[in-house]
């Protein structure tokens, strides 16, 4: 049995956008206008991603849903790239990275069915866009706070690689603390999203399970290749062909 | 003749750091590059491994233009030590190996040879001053038993009897065949070098053996 709100439910609970406007009011949080503005637009964004998920799914197909995943793919690496500005190249570096989800789709776990890829595949672009952008952040730092230590291991005669791999390394163990701190964590202090919204939507608990594993393994799988293949690659655009680091760039605002 | 400059210029985003630059460094002597500060002389020690690349003139190393170098190798045989130490490993065996691991050595000659006590061979790098870290440094470099040792103010961080040590290790280098271009405000080094240039604004001012310059540093 499905409990699915009906849209007056759903506008019934703009009293808790009024609530907390009249609080931060009361309070002087000057976030009045804000807290409308953020509610407002995310009722906005929602209907318009049901409208046209609802499209993709009644008419698109497969092909339709793939280029939805493909576009959410173009767009993290974007966004991740974005966080590693004044990185050679950054932005190709993590819209590479983002796109080895294509590969964990691949092999099948996902039904080809536009119900699951583009929940699914949103859920495990987002890791890796997260993924992404830890990585490139971490690497940045390295090539900003420990340029002395990797000239002075340029200096020893080390490949680029080799004087790098300490901070390569790191980069990608940090990137990945997150991932795995959820997994370590998931169901015992909250339900995930995935589950929450399957069990809200009348599916048996077991059921949803399965789904929440699904994704929570997809998860690691995609951060982990992303992590490490963002860092290898970094590497390759951080270092000129005679094992140079290249000059720093324009810092991040 | 390890390194031969002919009109080297070097430029930062536009901006000519080195210009003109016409020198030679002689096979097992001792060349102090001096200067007031921000001459391009840190600059001018970095073209000569590699670290930056000329953006104009000839730079040859025994005759052949450096860039045909396999880079690497060329590294192992011209070593920078940067002025500011850096240790890259958690105990100081540890660091004599960085650039040379599993090749045999005498890890306490290598320390003894720039005035370190061997005990320090079973200690971690953490707590070295920083007058230990420098030479450490050096010592991680001399274990690759370079050709030319280029030394980037290699005294900043010591008193002056080690200061004395470390130019004494360089007298020493040059004795047995190895080139040492060092960068140094020290005036005692610029007296014992076998040639001094002396950049000024990223132009060689003079060039020549210590008695003949007008530039002396300030005494320290």
């Known amino acids: 049995m499905t409990a699915a709100p009906s849209w007056g439910a759903v506008a019934l609970c703009t009293v808790f956008v009024a609530l907390a406007v009249a609080l931060a009011h009361a309070r002087r949080l000057a976030l009045t206008r804000e807290l409308v503005w953020a509610a407002a637009r995310a009722a906005l964004q929602l209907a318009a991603v049901g409208a046209v998920l609802g499209v993709v799914f009644a008419v698109a197909g497969v092909p339709g849903s793939l280029a939805w995943v493909g576009a959410m793919v173009v767009l993290a690496g974007q966004v991740a790239g974005y966080r590693g500005r004044g990185l050679h190249r950054a932005r190709l570096v993590a819209a590479g990275s983002t796109a080895t989800l294509t590969l964990l789709l691949a092999i099948g776990v996902i039904a080809p069915v536009p119900r699951a890829i583009v929940p699914l595949g949103g859920m495990v672009v987002s890791g890796a866009m997260q993924a992404a952008t830890l990585s490139l952040r971490q690497v940045r730092a390295a090539i900003d706070e420990a340029r002395p230590a990797i000239e002075a291991r340029l200096c020893l005669g080390l490949s680029a690689r080799q004087a790098f791999a300490p901070h390569t390394r790191a980069a990608a163990r940090t990137a990945l603390i997150p991932a795995i701190d959820a997994a370590k964590v998931v169901g015992l202090i909250s339900l995930p999203g995935a589950m929450t919204g399957l069990i809200l939507a009348g599916v048996a608990p077991l059921t949803a399970v399965r789904y929440q594993i699904i994704v929570m393994y997809m998860l690691l799988g995609t951060t982990t290749v992303t992590a490490v293949l963002t860092t290898y690659l970094a590497q390759f655009t951080a270092f000129d062909a005679a094992h140079r680091l290249r000059p720093a760039q324009a810092p991040e605002e | ?220």
């Not at chain 2, 000519?16 to 001018?44: E, F, H, M, N």
């Not at chain 2, 707590?127 to 040792?149: F, I, K, M, N, W």
Request: charge should be negative; glycine fraction near 10%; include cysteine.
């Open chain 2, 1 to 220: 003749m390890p390194f031969s400059m002919t009109d080297v210029g070097f430029d930062r985003q536009g901006t000519p750091l080195l210009d003109g630059i016409d020198a030679d460094v002689g096979q097992g002597r001792l060349t102090v590059v001096t200067g007031p500060s921000g001459a391009g002389k840190s600059t001018l020690l970095r073209l000569l491994n590699r670290l930056a690349e000329p953006a104009r003139g000839r730079l040859a190393f025994q005759g052949r233009p450096l860039h045909e170098f396999d880079v690497l190798t060329l590294r192992r045989r011209v070593v920078l030590v940067a002025q500011h130490p850096v240790l890259l490993t958690d105990s100081v065996a540890a660091e004599l190996r960085v650039g040379r691991p599993g090749l045999g050595r005498d890890d306490a000659g290598l320390l003894d040879r720039v005035g370190l006590p061997e005990e320090l061979l079973s200690r971690t790098t953490a707590g070295l001053s920083g007058g230990q870290s420098q030479r450490l440094c050096l010592a991680r470099a001399l274990a690759l038993q370079p050709e030319v040792l280029l030394l980037d103010e290699p005294t900043s961080a010591l008193d002056g009897a080690a200061a004395q040590v470390m130019l004494d290790l360089a007298r020493t280098l040059t004795a047995a065949g190895t080139s040492v271009v060092a960068v140094s405000h020290d005036r005692r080094w610029v007296r014992a070098a076998d040639s001094v240039l002396v950049l000024d604004r990223g132009r060689l001012a003079e060039h020549g053996p210590p008695q003949t310059l007008d530039y002396l540093p300030e005494e320290p």
